[in-house]
């Protein structure tokens, strides 16, 4: 009964897929809880927190694990939300999250690698058994023990076979380059009120028009033309993600820029990062005013290492090595 | 969240760590789990086995299983609340005495428990442990219930340390006996175990009985033959050592050995006991079969 994210309920037969597409909702955060969220600020930026701290804790191991431990997490914080922002409190849903997936996710690891993972000690913090468990049992509890998560990973086979790319070297590339955009996107706020499958469909549509944009009004009717998913709702989905997209871009070449690390490239970060989220509609607040700000900076390390800087310079390097 | 005992009600002991309970106008099973040993304590936390298969419960939604309907925490204890099922349904079918009344209710029973089979199958969960204790019927009303995982045998060792037991052997495959322990099971093991379960309505004692492996393995080939390359391609490969084969037999003639079954129902019984776990049929075909035309 191994675990696998492109099977989450391990479906052979094709009409099986119906069958994903009925329940994938109950492992996902929902459309309520994602505009109830965006009223409750302190929560996006707690999100953002964990993230990186889960990002931090697993950039050692398969990304797909990482991906995992932010899908229970984003259901857990649907349900329970954070009522204590406290910097221990957010170390053990982080940690706590990582063990839950790396109990789903099968024995690669020997226990003592994850031992020593989780017991870091930067931060100074180590966590009793008990002090797990009963964490674990909340979350557990929180999502239902649900925890076979449906994600758009278990979608991506069966939207490559609609565009009847099933078993080519196209539909390879494509599946690469989408899993790509899934993995990056995951931590974009914007996109919780999307299903798995929605999410699915729109990374293949970027990629495809991304990698192959002659053939992608091909692509675009053969996922249209199917009847378990909905057109405009792809749109909408799908533009999120290129507007991702182009951000990552437009950021990977802003952190080339300031590596430099001087004060104006700082403020110029803040300013911009700012004004971008302004106007997708969330208002975030600024970091030096957040109450959150001394914690950011002090809890902002490399990978291993003890490495301060902004927040977007030092996740870099971490995902480069995560995807190796 | 509600705790347990605002929840649930009217606790009524069933057996040392099962109880009867009650919510609203409904009743459950609730079934108790400690989830704090010594092997569990160098895992940190609640046991990856426990939740994994938790995990799939909750996923299944099938007439014929068990319905598990919540899970509670307390403590060191993981409380498991299933569908409750009355008085009605018998548990270990085959004891019941009406089922030898209707030979219509075994056909209807048989394939019960096959649709189930390839229905978890479909979603690559394997049942393992397919045994007539796990499954319960209501005669009255002809539905059968098979009790997955937790809700008829113990949480309490992985399954990856299953142990043996006299009552397990029955319904164990060749290619399972003759691995001795390292056990590796995949979808024919059930089906196998569905066929001695219907060899063992059809006789009304258990098809094969021995109390080890190698008595066990010389009780299937007595009646099936002994398997040779040509009807198990790399059995001596897989069996090791030739004295787990014994002397060379002739299959006995089931119509004989069931002389109460009709071609249909031979063909079907032969092909779940076919030696030869790549050539033994799938419970998905095994469903379409001809036996149960009319069902």
């Known amino acids: 009964m191994e675990f696998d994210l492109e099977n989450p309920l391990e479906n052979l037969h094709s009409d099986d897929v119906s069958y994903l597409f009925l329940i994938e909702s109950d492992h996902t955060p929902s459309q309520n809880h994602s505009q109830t969220l965006k009223a409750r600020d302190l929560d996006i930026s707690v999100r953002r927190e964990l993230i990186s701290l889960i990002s931090q804790l697993s950039c050692a191991l398969d990304p797909v694990l990482s991906y995992l431990a932010i899908n229970y997490l984003d259901r857990f914080l649907t349900n329970q939300g954070i009522l204590q922002p406290k910097p221990w409190a957010l170390r053990l849903v982080a940690v706590s999250c990582i063990s839950l997936t790396v109990k789903m996710m099968g024995t690669e690891y020997p226990a003592t690698d994850i031992q020593a993972l989780l017991n870091q000690s930067d931060g100074g913090i180590i966590f009793e058994t008990q002090t797990i468990q009963r964490m674990e049992a909340l979350i557990l509890g929180a999502l239902q023990w649900r925890m076979r998560s449906i994600t758009p990973f278990s979608f991506v086979a069966f939207f490559i076979a609609l565009m009847g790319l099933k078993e080519s070297p196209m539909g390879q590339v494509l599946k690469n380059r989408a899993s790509e955009i899934i993995f990056k996107s995951q931590r974009e706020i914007r996109l919780w009120g999307f299903k798995p499958s929605i999410i699915a469909a729109s990374a293949l549509l970027c990629a495809s028009h991304e990698l192959f944009p002659f053939q992608y009004p091909f692509f675009l009717k053969a996922i249209s033309d199917s009847s378990y998913v909905n057109k405009e709702i792809v749109e909408q989905c799908y533009k999120v993600i290129q507007d991702i997209a182009i951000e990552e871009e437009y950021s990977s070449a802003l952190n080339g820029v300031s590596r430099s690390d001087t004060p104006i490239n700082v403020l110029d970060h803040h300013f911009l990062s700012s004004e971008s989220e302004k106007t997708n509609g969330i208002t975030v607040a600024n970091a030096t005013d957040s109450p959150l700000g001394d914690l950011k900076r002090r809890k902002i390390t490399g990978c291993g290492g003890n490495n301060p800087t902004i927040l977007n310079s030092w996740i870099q390097p971490c995902e480069r090595e995560c995807e190796k | ?295």
Not at chain 2, 6 to 26: G, L, M, T
Not at chain 2, 251 to 268: C, H, R, S
């Open chain 2, 1 to 295: 969240m509600l705790t347990l005992r605002e929840k649930y009600y009217d606790f009524d002991q069933i057996s040392s760590k099962v109880f009867k309970c009650r919510r609203d106008d409904q009743f459950f099973t609730m079934k108790i789990v400690s989830i704090l040993n010594e092997e569990n304590q160098a895992n940190n936390g609640v046991p990856y086995w426990i939740i994994r298969e938790i995990s799939i419960l909750k996923e299944l939604d099938h007439i014929n299983i068990v319905r598990l309907i919540d899970v509670m925490t307390d403590g060191p204890d993981l409380f498991l609340v299933f569908e409750y099922l009355d008085n009605e349904f018998q548990a270990d079918f085959l004891k019941n005495p009406k089922m030898f009344m209707y030979p219509q209710m075994k056909k209807e029973f048989l394939y019960q428990i096959l649709n189930t089979v390839a229905y978890l199958h479909a979603r690559k969960i394997l049942l393992r442990d397919l045994r007539p204790e796990n499954i319960l019927v209501n005669v009255r009303t002809q539905v059968l219930k098979i009790a997955l995982f937790g809700a008829a045998r113990t949480f309490e060792a992985p399954l990856e340390a299953y142990s043996s037991s006299v009552g397990c052997l029955s319904y164990r495959s060749p290619e399972v006996l003759f691995q001795f322990g390292c056990e590796k099971y995949s979808t024919p093991n059930d089906v196998w175990a569905v066929g001695c379960i219907f060899g063992e309505m059809l006789l009304h004692r258990p098809l094969f009985s021995g109390p080890s492996d190698v008595e066990l393995l010389d009780e299937i080939f007595t009646l099936l033959g002994t398997p040779t390359e040509e009807t198990w391609p790399g059995v001596t490969s897989i069996c090791g050592t030739c004295a787990l084969m014994g002397p060379p037999q002739q299959p006995k003639d089931l119509a004989k050995e069931f002389p109460m079954l009709n071609p249909d129902g031979l063909d079907l019984l032969s092909k779940m006991l076919c030696l030869c776990p790549n050539y033994r049929i799938s419970a998905e075909d095994a469903v379409k079969h001809p036996y149960f035309k009319g069902v």
